[in-house]
C-alpha cells in the first residue's frame, strides 16, 4: 500500500455502507488504489447500530484504527435547541480525536451529519452523493423521490468537496444514467398510474420504497456508486486530482474546471460485473 492516505466517515446506517468500505478496503489490498486507509470513523456508538458494528469489526479486523462518537449521544439537549452550535461542538470533540492521525483527506460514505463551517476549514474532505452534479440534495431516498416527482430523464452520483451548504460543494468526479427508455418505460407507467389513481403522498406512504421503479434506480446507483468512489480514489492516489486549500486541480497543477466525468469507465466495470 502507498503513501496516500485517508479517512473513512461513515454512520454506518444500512448494508451500503458496509458494502462501499469492504469495495475500497479489496482495492486497497489488491494495489489498486496506491493508498491506505488512517482510520476508520463512526458516527455511532458501539451497540447503537448492526451495520456500524460490522463496519468497526471489519476494520479492527484489518489493523484499521477505529474511531468512534455518537452524534446522537452527544449533548442532544444542545442538538434540539441551538443545531448550529450543536454541530460546532460535536465535530471540535471530532477534530480531537482525529488530530493524532494527520490525515491529509477524509472521504465521507453514508456520513448522515452536516459539517460545522469549523470542520470544513480544517479538514478537506470528499463526500459521495447520490445525485448528480446540481441535482437533489438529501439522503438517497429524498433525492429518488424528488427524482420521480420532477420525472426526470437521467440521474448519476458526484464525489464533491464538502463545505457548509448540504450537498452543495464543487465536484471532482461523478458518473451519470439514463431513467428513461426501453426498460424502464414501464415502470414509469406503473408509477404516473398509482400517482395519477392515489395521489404522490399515498405512492410515498403506502408504496414506499417497494415501488419498482424507485427500487431500480437505487439499485443502478447503487452499483455505480462502488466503481466510482474507487477510481476517484485512485485519482487522488496516483496525483491526477490535488485538493489544496479547498480546490481540486490536475496532475500539472492547473485548477479543474470542471469534474471528471467517468460514466464510460463505470458502465464498463457494471458491463464486467453483469458480464
Not at 476508520?40 to 476494520?59: C, P, T
Not at 479547498?246 to 471528471?260: M, Q, R, T, V
Request: proline share 5%; hydrophobic share 40%; charged share 30%.
Amino acid at each position: 500500500m502507498g503513501d496516500f492516505k485517508f479517512g473513512w466517515w461513515t454512520t454506518g446506517r444500512d448494508e451500503a455502507a458496509v458494502n462501499l468500505f469492504n469495495v475500497v478496503l479489496e482495492a486497497l489490498r489488491k494495489g489498486e488504489i496506491n493508498g491506505k486507509f488512517c482510520y476508520l470513523f463512526l458516527s455511532r456508538d458501539e451497540g447503537e447500530g448492526v451495520f456500524s458494528d460490522k463496519l468497526a469489526q471489519i476494520a479492527q479486523e484489518a489493523n484499521i484504527p477505529v474511531v468512534r462518537l455518537s452524534a446522537v449521544r452527544f449533548e442532544p439537549e444542545l442538538r434540539k435547541r441551538d443545531r448550529a452550535l450543536w454541530r460546532t461542538r460535536y465535530h471540535e470533540a471530532l477534530y480531537e480525536k482525529l488530530a493524532p492521525f494527520s490525515c491529509p483527506l477524509a472521504v465521507l460514505a453514508g456520513y448522515m451529519w452536516v459539517l460545522s463551517p469549523e470542520i470544513c476549514s480544517k479538514v478537506s474532505a470528499i463526500n459521495l452523493h447520490p445525485a448528480l452534479p446540481g441535482g437533489p440534495a438529501g439522503t438517497w431516498q429524498e433525492v429518488i423521490w424528488q427524482l420521480l416527482e420532477e420525472s426526470a430523464d437521467r440521474t448519476g452520483a458526484m464525489m464533491h468537496l464538502v463545505t457548509p451548504e448540504l450537498d452543495r460543494g464543487p465536484a471532482v468526479t461523478y458518473f451519470s444514467f439514463p431513467i428513461k427508455g426501453k426498460e424502464w418505460d414501464g415502470l414509469w407507467r406503473e408509477f404516473e398510474h398509482l400517482k395519477s389513481k392515489h395521489g404522490m403522498d399515498y405512492v410515498k406512504k403506502e408504496v414506499g420504497e417497494e415501488l419498482p421503479l424507485f427500487k431500480k434506480i437505487r439499485h443502478e446507483g447503487e452499483i455505480r456508486e462502488l466503481p466510482l468512489i474507487v477510481e476517484t480514489l485512485k485519482a487522488f492516489a496516483d496525483g491526477r486530482i490535488v485538493i489544496k486549500d479547498s480546490a481540486f486541480f490536475d496532475l500539472h497543477g492547473n485548477p479543474l474546471e470542471e469534474p471528471l466525468d467517468l460514466s464510460s469507465f463505470v458502465d464498463e466495470k457494471i458491463g464486467e460485473m453483469k458480464g
